[in-house]
């Protein structure tokens, strides 16, 4: 099974930066789309960015602009670069890692136990 550790959460006030980062387990981690989703209370989980083993990138349009996704496959991480922070980016963020294994024929889907990111005056 693939592990993914989040770091980097915690309180930030609005217009500040954070950086958050997903270690994953794998040493085969260049295969996978990598991802970035978040959860507020009361709402559902929702993707905030991704980037694919091509590094082809997708955001969230709520976060276009603000948030860039990369990743290092050497380091086996995924970051999350955060600017220009709003309240409403308030929640907890996952990473998230997927492949589609061919020989299964199955998506495979790994998640992170989440990091808290509060932003707050």
């Known amino acids: 099974q693939v592990q993914l550790v989040e770091s980097g959460g915690g309180l930030v006030q609005p217009g500040g930066s954070l950086r958050l980062s997903c270690a994953a387990s794998?040493?085969?981690?260049?295969?996978?789309?990598m991802g970035w989703y978040r959860q507020a209370p009361g709402k559902q989980r929702e993707l905030v960015a991704e980037?694919?083993?091509?590094?082809?990138?997708n955001y969230s349009d709520s976060v276009k602009g603000r948030f860039t996704i990369s990743r290092d496959n050497a380091k086996n991480t995924v970051y999350l670069q955060m600017h220009s922070m709003l309240p409403e980016d308030t929640a907890i963020y996952y990473c998230?890692?997927?492949?589609?294994?061919?020989?299964?024929?199955?998506?495979?889907?790994?998640w992170g136990p989440g990091t808290q990111v509060t932003v707050s005056s």
């Open positions: 794998e040493t085969i981690f260049s295969i996978y789309t």
């Open positions: 980037i694919t083993s091509g590094d082809s990138t």
């Open positions: 998230n890692a997927n492949r589609f294994d061919e020989l299964l024929q199955y998506k495979m889907n790994y």
